[in-house]
C-alpha cells in the first residue's frame, strides 16, 4: 500500500510542470481561437467603457494570471488527499472551464449577456475555490486574490459594453440591456 501511494503522488514541481503550462496554454489557446480583444470585427467598433485597460494589459494580466492559477492548483494537487483538496480540485476544474468559455462566447460569438451569465457564475467558482484552496494550502488560496481582482474588472467591462453598444448583443438575454 505505501509503495502505490509513493508511486501515485507527485511533488509540488512535479504537478507544477503539468498545471502550469497547461492552464496557460489552454488559456491562450482559448483567446486565440476566439479572436479575444481588440482587432476583434465584432469587438473593435463597440464603444468600450472608460475604465478599458489598454489593449496590451489584457495578455499580460492574463498570462500572469493563468501562471498563478496554475501554481496554486499544484499545491492543492500536491497537498494530501482530503476532502477540502478533493473539492477544491472539482471547483478550480468548473471555474477553469466557464474562463475558458467564456472568451468564445463573449468575442467569438458576440453574445454579452450569456458572457455575463458566464462571468457571474465563474465569480461564485472562484471565491468558493479560494476558500477551498485556502483551507487546504492557504497560499494557493492567495494566489487567486489577483484573478477575482481581475474577474470583478472584466465583469464590470461586460456589463458596461452590454450597456453602452444596445443592439451589439447577437444573442440578447435582456441582462445588460444590449
Known amino acids: 500500500m505505501a509503495t502505490h501511494?509513493?508511486?501515485t503522488s507527485r511533488s509540488f514541481g512535479g504537478w507544477a510542470v503539468i498545471?502550469?503550462?497547461l492552464v496557460l496554454g489552454l488559456g491562450l489557446l482559448m483567446g486565440w481561437?476566439?479572436?479575444s480583444g481588440?482587432?476583434?470585427?465584432w469587438f473593435d467598433p463597440l464603444t468600450k467603457p472608460a475604465l478599458m485597460p489598454p489593449g496590451w494589459t489584457?495578455?499580460?494580466v492574463w498570462t500572469t494570471l493563468y501562471i498563478l492559477m496554475g501554481i496554486a492548483v499544484a499545491m492543492v494537487l500536491a497537498a494530501p488527499d482530503s476532502r477540502p483538496r478533493r473539492l477544491g480540485i472539482g471547483l478550480f476544474v468548473l471555474q477553469l472551464l466557464l474562463n475558458f468559455s467564456w472568451s468564445p462566447v463573449f468575442f467569438g460569438?458576440?453574445?454579452v449577456d450569456w458572457a455575463f451569465v458566464i462571468i457571474m457564475a465563474m465569480n461564485v467558482l472562484v471565491v468558493s475555490?479560494?476558500?477551498v484552496f485556502w483551507s487546504v494550502r492557504p497560499l494557493a488560496g492567495v494566489l487567486?486574490?489577483?484573478y477575482l481582482l481581475w474577474l470583478c474588472l472584466a465583469t464590470t467591462l461586460n456589463w458596461q459594453i452590454g450597456e453602452l453598444n444596445p443592439g451589439a448583443d447577437r444573442a440578447p438575454l435582456g441582462i445588460t440591456g444590449a
Open 58 to 60: 489584457f495578455g499580460a
Open 5 to 7: 501511494a509513493r508511486t
Open 38 to 41: 481588440f482587432g476583434n470585427d
Open 129 to 131: 475555490t479560494i476558500i
Open 19 to 21: 498545471t502550469v503550462p
Open 33 to 35: 481561437i476566439s479572436n
Open 109 to 111: 460569438g458576440g453574445m
Open 144 to 146: 487567486l486574490l489577483p
